[in-house]
């Protein structure tokens, strides 16, 4: 038995798919989504589980029953999990989730027996970061900084041609480097943390802001948001933006400050060749990456005397977490 | 003819060595000590020339002076160069160097040339760094941050058990990354970097400030200074650190607080596993540590869910770029 | 027909009272509190109502009610409204009220014609400051900073021995200049106001976060506290400190260095001769008092060659702003 | 005997004198600026002298000798004495005075001595923001701060038409504020200091770091300097402004968005109805003027439910100082 996604992508593709295959899986909050990923970083058949998010032993057997999905269709030689947490050095543990129920969870040994075959873990971010560095906007780039910007800052880095990890597994958490002194809350219990600044809900609150404070400064907002503060999302800043509106190309400017300084940052640290800014306000394109770019390149230690890194959009979308943790697999 | 220096090291020294010898060269802004290193670390013969550092040619020429002077007693495989300033990605080729003439000097080529033996350029405070990682409080750790803290902060990294130069050889700039954005001016062209608040300079300031604005605060480090806030130094305030000055033992702990907020950014950036402080500031030990890491802990992102790096005051001194930089050499 | 409260003060205190007496109210929003106040800021009769809060004409009709309750009984000579909001510069208008629905409310004029007799409004943190400066920690100075430390910070300011007002009757918005530039949000729409740093919220949030980050460390808050962190209040902040609990007292050092910080800024403004501490937060009394001078001493400009402002805990309670306000009609 | 300055200005013009006339002395560190002024604020007569500042008394003995010159021609009701430092609440007393030998130093009582007629003394940017509320920018405004931009930032607030000095005559440090936390170093002491982001010479370091870091976007200040960056100056960055040039621009718009968010933190605390810019900086007009007040705007806290102050350009020169001191001592 297969699910109908996965009888929707029939053996001649297959046939087409370049070396060999691996299956990647990311688990999210409300959904796990998992897929037969081929050398090149196409992804030939597809299928879905909702996330029993409390439960971690449902949660494994989801991931299962995914997978043997798609192993009923596609022979493949590994397994590849990406999920928001930390990860331990060993790609085998999951040491803290925040949105799922696990904590220090033998994920990969674990269903390695339900399985039968090899399972890596890796955080998302970072899974992530390696489609990018292979398949997208960094592929041939040796050092690459790619920051995915949701609701947060996930971050992933590529050193050496390889995907870093740290001591621990716990390397790239740079949402939560310190940016401000004393500057606003994160969840994590710090403060001032890059991502309080620089991510999509920073965007957006600061667009919420100016409607509510100055709402005729905002009447464009306003106006794609029916009329109220708390209806404006960062789609609809980039589309206002798009159409030249002044305050939310200020807002694509502020956020843009804002990883300008904290890229700069990463560049005195890591020295990449490369920067790649993904996640849900790539679709804002240009506008959010020159002013960045410029900011970046201002506050970067050292200008007028060294290379500077390139800054670009990334290329592969939403799914680029499942193809990374399906290459990950291949390269255990 | 060999230097008095040389000929104070005779051959049975050699003889004791462990594998082969390798030269390091430490080329300071005043002048240029050389010496003659084993694969334990350990210097088995030194010289020393001053520096001509306005003339790049004469600069050279005494680099090689001093490296032909050892090798006319010991047969070594290699040179290894530690410099301040840019070095390439390629080991070969200074960018810029703040003291000394040099703007894109080919150093590597033209030192083989005169020498005939293979030449490696390093930047110093990375060679330093790689002394400790290989031979000092480090040794056995694969993942690695050393502050070398003098009149700023120099850097180094070793990840995976390699020393980390990025794309470019810039990496590990750490002193110049942002920690207090419109912070105080540095001599980089920024504005609040790291150095200005966490470095030997830093601490110097703070307590000829308390000395000068509230002189009954600072009775014990101004009967040190000969009762002048100028006359105060790193070395005094730490002598008065170890009587129990109240004020000298309030500047480490500013010192600290400034050293760990920085050191909890890289490690949400690096997750290494150790930090070692290096640098004239050592001699203060746990006067400095301690403080340093608790500020460190209590700002590290994810803290009670991951494992925390170790801080460590570094157990070689000021020739550890010497070592380094000759190991580094028997490397390449 | 009075109200028990104010059948509950007979005629014979009013004949102790000394000189004229005036009415105060204090406009909360969940309840008017009236009082006759005499001269030497006693409190002879009270009287209180539930506030209408979202109809701005039941609002002005309580409070018209609650003082013909008081003057059935006690000749005034006028009537001072304290509420939170801005006050315009003849204090007759209520231009904006965050907690009622007032936008440009003409309040006095409208009571004086219910009323028949003088009224006066006040913003109540400024009518709160002028009774402590006139009966309370700050009789006698003559220019004094009253910060009233709740959930936010209040503010006044005694300039010359008068009430300070400002051009347009906003004066000593204090909890809302930049603390911390981009800093935390705040509910006035800027970033790093004082009062995201200085308040009793600032206070209990940094408990809870330790609590949560840190619960080892916050045995005895999480005791008191029923075992959760949210349930962590000021009071219990106050408790723990008071038995010498190290987090609850770092709370109260880390709220004194916000607290000192600011008030240094105010002194190189203003050149108070006292700051006094008033609201919840004075019941930890030198706990609090001790750090905030402290740091105050040290941050304050030009010390070494100036007098420096006293700080002290107010002595007034809860009705400081109801007997500023009667006494404040009296001035007229 | 008088001297040629003073007989440049002959009988007649005093005759066409408004009212009574007042001597004002401006006591700079390397000449003292003596003139008889009107009661509206116009000079009828000028001398000066160089200033003796490292001897206190050769210093008063100057400043008695150039207004005796005056007196002889000149019929006056007093004298007032404008200085750099801290002069007590009595107008009497200068406490400290940084580029003079002054400590504690009873200069009415000593002047009044020798002069035998009413002295009094003030602060130096006091007196100069006397004479512009009065006769300048400000005139009819009752609430006023005037900034006074040269190296550091001066100020003076006149409050309720009245100049205000605080309890201890300190009041208006407003350059000593702390804007960032842990900021740039200030000659007081103290870090972040308002007046090293928002005074002529941050304006000044600015361009000279931009022409140093990338000549290539400085060449028209760089041609204005003749080519090195130490020779730029704030006049030569007014010009290049004026001129368009970009970099130019972006340094005044970098003042500008300093002294905005500091007005508005003076704003909050004392509501004015205007600020003045005064100081060298002036000489930009609107090229400062209109970023700083959009600034100012941006960061007022409840913006938008209250009415905002205006933000002129000073109208009086360098001799505000001297003009406001003769003021001040009619109103003596």
Not at 242 to 258: H, M, P, Y
């Amino acid at each position: 038995m297969s699910s109908p996604a996965a009888q929707a992508v029939p053996r001649p593709v297959h046939e087409a798919a370049e070396g060999t295959l691996a299956i990647g899986v990311d688990i999210g909050g409300t959904k796990i989504a998992a897929g037969v990923v081929d050398e090149s970083g196409h992804i030939v058949a597809r299928t879905r589980r909702p996330t029993p998010a409390d439960d971690p032993s449902k949660t494994q057997e989801s991931i299962a029953d995914a997978v043997r999905e798609l192993t009923s269709e596609y022979t493949v030689v590994g397994v590849g999990l990406g999920a928001a947490g930390f990860v331990d050095e060993k790609r085998s543990t999951v040491m803290f989730a925040p949105n799922l129920a696990w904590r220090d969870e033998h994920l990969r040994e674990s269903l390695e027996d339900r399985l039968g075959m090899p399972v890596i873990v890796e955080n998302d971010a970072n899974a992530a970061a390696w489609a990018e560095a292979r398949f997208g906007a960094a592929r041939g780039e040796t050092h690459v900084v790619i920051l995915t910007i949701g609701t947060g800052i996930g971050g992933g880095v590529v050193l050496d041609g390889k995907l870093f990890r740290g001591r621990y597994g716990l390397a790239a958490e740079i949402g939560h480097f310190t940016i401000v002194p004393d500057g606003r809350r994160c969840g994590c219990g710090l403060h001032g943390c890059w991502e309080q600044y620089g991510s999509g809900r920073a965007l957006v609150l600061e667009a919420q802001e100016q409607a509510t404070v100055a709402p005729s400064m905002a009447q464009e907002l306003l106006r794609l948001a029916g009329g109220r503060p708390a209806g404006i999302t960062g789609h609809i800043v980039t589309e206002a933006a798009r159409s030249g509106d002044v305050t939310a190309l200020n807002c694509f400017d502020e956020l843009g400050r804002w990883l300008g300084r904290g890229m700069a940052a990463l560049a005195a640290i890591l020295d990449p060749g490369m920067f790649v800014i993904a996640g849900g306000v790539c679709e804002a394109g240009e506008i959010l990456r020159a002013p960045t770019e410029a900011v970046f390149r201002k506050n970067l230690t050292g200008r007028g005397h060294r290379p500077t890194a390139k800054v670009r959009i990334a290329e592969l979308g939403n799914e680029a977490g499942l193809v990374g943790a399906a290459d990950l697999s291949h390269l255990r």
